[in-house]
């Protein structure tokens, strides 16, 4: 059994390093205080006797030796990087619970047969550099490490003089190495786990998404003198793109997805007509087939909105991401973990992306969700109980340790 | 006659302090760049043996004595602080011009009856405080200087700091002396003088405004797990809003003010349905009574707009500025020195707020205006022609010196 203590003691001990008044976490990717994470992860892991190696674009590996090193290890883990204001388990469950797992192990004594390792995945949340599953897309090889290093962030800070900055451009590769499976354990980050009481949700894929960066061109013009007839309004603009944004996601009923959530104004002065808004944008289905007639459809329409406004609009679409289902062996572990364990549980497909979809590229994979309160995620008051975080450490443990022997 | 290269040269002197790559200005109040805007002023007033005092709000008055020093001043001025990505012109032109107004003076060795002053207006743009007018506000005392010294920017930085910061909090008191009458030369930034083809716009009064802050409290949600029908979004909610303001301006057709100019977004990341949106609006209009309707109306229907989108909406006037006419004794000086000078002139309401606004409160004031290419203005692109410049300063100096001379 994994100790439930030690797991909450570390994931309070881990929320300590970028806490924010309210109660959250804000541990961007790739800054100091990611930096201070990783830190203390690694140390935690070097107690143990793992030996923790950093690849290429910072994704860190903890291993554990199996009774046969040669085979491929099975690997654990999730990011220890946060939203701005984000709370403290969305990813860095995943990660501690990797770590409880290691030490469970060590105290009970036990060598698998495979290798195990625990990994923290660069850049998960996307923020920062606009694109999410960052490392663990460099590593499956979505995006070339060139194009990562030269993403930039909205001061103009590139990826790779971040990891430089923060000393975690590692010495590894990064690319897909032979791992014998995958295990990611999060937090459901959606209200269905809680709403039927259960303990457990067997992920059985994640849904598709696009995302895009936009930048609507008008014309700065003062506010007093400009009328009607000659403004070339850029917010205006937008807030009809926004609001084309919502009634597409709208159309699809609730499992529709579709959302600004980053968005800039210049010059932004409040007696500015405003003369150019930068703007993100996102959409997401759990079948495929919606997320590509959105992504057929939405640029003319948005397009469309912005000159009926007097202004131009340069859309940029930054990434795809397919439906992605999960191993059917590696998702029946957890299925088989959890009703021997005795928890309710019941299937699930994620909302949220995970880095688990890149690495299911390359390696079986399956996912472990446990239940957040009120359903509340990419918030300061994001929430969970000890007991809820040590059933899906549980759980972990029995798949990987089901994985790692079989 | 004034010297017209002496007043251009001096004006792209001005422009270089705070000079953008786009060919505008940043100058905004109270910065360092203010500060050495200012001080390049200082110098060239006491080049020519005029007394600078600067007031408690960092107001600038430099003084040429009259052969009556007992006469209240003739006062003329403008502001040297520009919007974030501004013009060269606005404000500048009419600080300079004064300046030149004195050069002018001194050349021809002409002594007034009243003593002149030159007044350079502290922080008349409003975009890093909130309150345009800010410091003729003070001085006319519209705002206590409390109340002032309390406001603070983006950054929480406050005026009372700002001022130390730079050392411009000066000992003298910010409040009404007595002054003979005040003239302002201003760049139009609008449309009209140039479409008719107009040199000289004489200001009969402003047009009347109220500006707002916005906050919107909506919740910040996963982008991909949040469906529809729970979320808070409060970016979407302004966006509404904004649509509002939009439609509330077109319902009084051309003459119909009304902008959303500044919008922040919390947390401002892609990948999270916005919590909170802080904006402003602001609305004019020539005649005060649809300013006084909009006033009575737009709270409510903005409120109701926001929680049709499930947030809550906390709307704060700022102030409210009913149309102010300029005074007929002034306003005919300005009229007859351009006839005298053979301009083509037409009278003319602003559509801007300036300072000559507040101080017409306590002293007989009128302005003058000249074009300004594509009525283009708080535009890096602003643009006039040296000849239209020093037409406006020739009326200018006709007007103060008859007024000074009376
Ligand atoms: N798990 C999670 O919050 N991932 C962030 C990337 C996304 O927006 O799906
Ligand atoms: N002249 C000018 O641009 N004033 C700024 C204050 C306003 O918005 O009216």
Redesign the interface.
Known sequence: RIDAKRLWDSLMSMAEIGATPKGGVRRLTLTEVDRAGRQRFTEWCEALGLQVRVDAIGNMFARREGRDPSRPPVLMGSHLDS???GGKFDGALGVIAGLEVMRTLHDLNITTEAPIEVVNWTDE???RF?H?LMGSGVWSGVYSQDKAYALKDVDGVAVGEALEAIGYRGPHPARPFKADAYFELHI????ILEREAKQIGIVTGA?A?V?YDAVITG????????????RK?A??A???V??LV?AT??QR?????G?????????????????EVRF?V?F?HPLEAEVEVIAGSFPAAAEAAARANGCSLQLTELFRIPAQPFDQSCVALVRDAAARLGYSAREIV????HDAVYVARHVPTAMIFTPCKD??????EESILPEEAAAGCQVLFEAVLARANR
């Open positions: 939203q701005p204001s949340e996307g923020s606009g999410s459901e980050q959606g209200p849904q998404q995302w014309q700065d013009a003062h506010a007093g003198t400009t009328p009607p007839s000659t309004d917010l205006l937008a807030a009809r926004i609001e919502d996601m709208r009923g609730e499992d529709g997805r959302t600004v959530g980053f968005l800039q104004v210049h010059p932004n002065s409040r007696n500015v007509v405003p003369g993100s996102e997401r994620s909302g949220a992306g359903g509340l995620s990419h918030n300061e």
